[in-house]
C-alpha cells in the first residue's frame, strides 16, 4: 500500500498518537466516545490518545505548506478507542491522505497548475483499489460535516463502510489555518480495507486479435449515479465486453428537465477471433432492455 501510494506521488508521514479533544473537534465531527488520558502527558498539546489520524495530518500540511505550495501526503498509523471495562484501548489501524495545492510542480514545460480537488484524490483511492485487486469496492454519495458539501463519498466493500474522502469543508479549512483552495482528505479503516483483497487473482494473456469499439449514450433520470449505468452496461455486455468509459456528460431541452445523457465508449474483444460490427450489434437489444426495466432509461446509439 505504501508504495502504491508514493507511487501516485503521496510523500508518508509520521505524526504523534497524542492530541487534544479540543484539536480533532475542528474537524466538526460528532465523536462521543471518551478519550484515553495519558496519565504524565509531555506537552499541553498531547494529553490525549487520537481518534483519528485526519488532525494531526492536516496540522502537517498547514505547517509544509510555508515551504511549498503543494502538499500531498499520507499516514497509516493506529487510534485509540476505549473499550469498557478493559484497561488497554482498541487500537485499529487506520489510513490517511490530505492533498492540496496544485495539480502539477511548477515547471519549465507547460504545467497544470489548477488546484487539485475531489477527482485528484478520487484517482489515488481508484488506483489503490485496482492495485491492491480489493473485490467488490464501489462508492456512496455522503453528507458529513467534515466535508463540502456535494463534495465528499463513502468508498464502501459490499456493504462495509471503509470510510470517507472528499473536499474539505471551509470552516474545517479555515479551522486548521489552511490557504483559501481544496484541501482533499480521506480516512479508511485499515483493516477493512485489507479484508476485501482477494486471496489471489487471476492474469489473461491479451488477445491477438483486434477489438471493436462502439459508442451510446443512456438518458437517465438526474438522481441516477453513473455508477449504476456503468453495472448495468457490464452486465448486459457479457464475456465479449473488455472496458467501459465514460467520455461525456450532457444536459439540455433536447432529452428534457430532470434527465441528463451519458455517453459510453464500449470495447468488444473476443480471444479465439476476430469481431464484426454486427457482433457488436447484438449488444443492443439486451442492453436497451435492462436499461428500460431497471433504470427507466433509454438507450440512444
Request: hydrophobic share 40%.
Amino acid at each position: 500500500m505504501r508504495d502504491i501510494l508514493m507511487g501516485c506521488g503521496l510523500d508518508e508521514i509520521i505524526t504523534y498518537s497524542m492530541t487534544t479533544p479540543e484539536r480533532e473537534a475542528l474537524l466538526k465531527s460528532p465523536d462521543s466516545q471518551p478519550y484515553l488520558r495519558v496519565v504524565n502527558p509531555i506537552a499541553a498539546d498531547k494529553v490525549v490518545m487520537r481518534h483519528t489520524l485526519l488532525s494531526s495530518a492536516l496540522d502537517t500540511v498547514a505547517s509544509n505548506l510555508r515551504f511549498d505550495d503543494r502538499v500531498t501526503v499520507f499516514e497509516i498509523g493506529a487510534v485509540y478507542l476505549p473499550r469498557e471495562g478493559q484497561a488497554l484501548p482498541d487500537e485499529p489501524r487506520h489510513l490517511a491522505i490530505a492533498m492540496t495545492g496544485p495539480r502539477q510542480a511548477e515547471d519549465w514545460q507547460p504545467s497544470d497548475r489548477q488546484p487539485l480537488n475531489f477527482w485528484d484524490i478520487k484517482g489515488v483511492i481508484e488506483a489503490l483499489v485496482e492495485r491492491l485487486h480489493l473485490n467488490d469496492m464501489h462508492y456512496e454519495p455522503a453528507d458529513h460535516p467534515t466535508y463540502h458539501t456535494g463534495r465528499a463519498a463513502n468508498l464502501m466493500a459490499g456493504e462495509k463502510k471503509v470510510g470517507m474522502f472528499g473536499e474539505l469543508h471551509p470552516l474545517v479549512r479555515q479551522s486548521y489555518d489552511l490557504p483559501d483552495q481544496p484541501v482533499c482528505v480521506a480516512e479508511f479503516e485499515l483493516n477493512v480495507l485489507l479484508d476485501a483483497a482477494l486471496a489471489s487473482h487471476a492474469y489473461e494473456s491479451i488477445s491477438r486479435f483486434p477489438a471493436v469499439r462502439e459508442d451510446i449514450a443512456v438518458v437517465v433520470d438526474e438522481a441516477v449515479p453513473a455508477a449504476q449505468v456503468e453495472r448495468t452496461l457490464w452486465n448486459a455486455g457479457g464475456n465479449l465486453l473488455r472496458d467501459v468509459r465514460l467520455f461525456d456528460l450532457y444536459r439540455g431541452e433536447q432529452i428534457g428537465a430532470g434527465r441528463k445523457s451519458l455517453a459510453y465508449r464500449l470495447v468488444y474483444q473476443a480471444d479465439d477471433r476476430t469481431l464484426t460490427d454486427d457482433d457488436a450489434a447484438r449488444f443492443a437489444p439486451e442492453s436497451s432492455r435492462r436499461f428500460e426495466r431497471e433504470l427507466n432509461a433509454t438507450l440512444r446509439m
